[in-house]
């Protein structure tokens, strides 16, 4: 079945630096989110990648979709202490009604 | 536009006991998801409901987990009997067709 696995499971980044989070799915996917979980919280949206090859930004987050739509990326620049959660990948299978597969996820511990 | 909201946010039962938990998606949402988050681990996913059907029940753990969704509006996850590792934290997710999912706040299960 499909898969869908997210790297690193940990992160932890001084304020200011860059870091990126992989995520990488055994089959083609229709389409790939990417949600952030705050300690305590609930999973909320981030962003919806649909195309090949796609590239969104969101201030200094940017969510990349690879050719093959197997794989995304999330990078954050310039690390804020706000951006601390888990961050995770849910890739969409490609029958009709689209099962969401979460990755693991990456949780962010940021430093000032 | 109301979200998901899911009821109770909290439940504390003792071993052998059953919970019955329950999602309310957003209206007009065709599929709704099960997932629970268990010890901060990775979200897994549990079950998939399209309108009242179950279309994808592989995550459920075993039979003592039963899910409905009545009239392919709120569901329920009910728990008989429930076990210590049936605690976590359980999500309820809803979508349109191949649509952004939102997930409500949960519903933290402890089992003593």
């Known amino acids: 079945g499909q898969q869908v696995m997210q790297i690193p499971q940990y992160q932890h980044v001084q304020e200011g630096e860059d870091f990126t989070t992989y995520c990488n799915s055994s089959?083609?996917?229709?389409?790939i989110q990417w949600y952030k979980q705050r300690p305590g919280g609930h999973p909320v949206f981030l962003i919806q990648l649909v195309k090949s090859g796609e590239v969104k930004k969101q201030k200094r987050l940017t969510f990349q979709f690879g050719e093959a739509k197997k794989n995304s990326s999330l990078h954050i620049t310039a690390t804020q202490t706000t951006d601390v959660g888990t961050y995770f990948c849910a890739g969409r299978s490609t029958d009709s009604w689209g099962k969401l597969q979460f990755g693991a996820g990456t949780q962010v511990v940021v430093t000032p | 536009e109301a979200g998901v909201t899911q009821f109770p946010s909290h439940s504390v039962i003792e071993k052998g006991q059953t919970v019955t938990l329950r999602c309310d998606p957003i209206?007009?949402?065709?599929?709704l998801y099960w997932y629970r988050r268990v010890m901060g681990k990775e979200i897994k996913f549990l079950l998939h409901f399209v309108k009242e059907s179950k279309q994808d029940e592989s995550g459920m753990p075993n039979n003592r987990f039963l899910a409905e969704r009545t009239g392919g509006t709120y569901s329920t996850l009910k728990v008989q009997p429930a076990e210590l590792e049936d605690s976590g934290v359980y999500f309820c997710?809803?979508?349109?067709?191949?649509?952004?999912?939102?997930f409500g706040q949960g519903t933290r299960l402890t089992v003593v």
């Open positions: 209206s007009g949402h065709d599929n």
């Open positions: 089959t083609t996917l229709s389409n």
């Open positions: 997710a809803s979508s349109g067709q191949a649509t952004t999912a939102f």
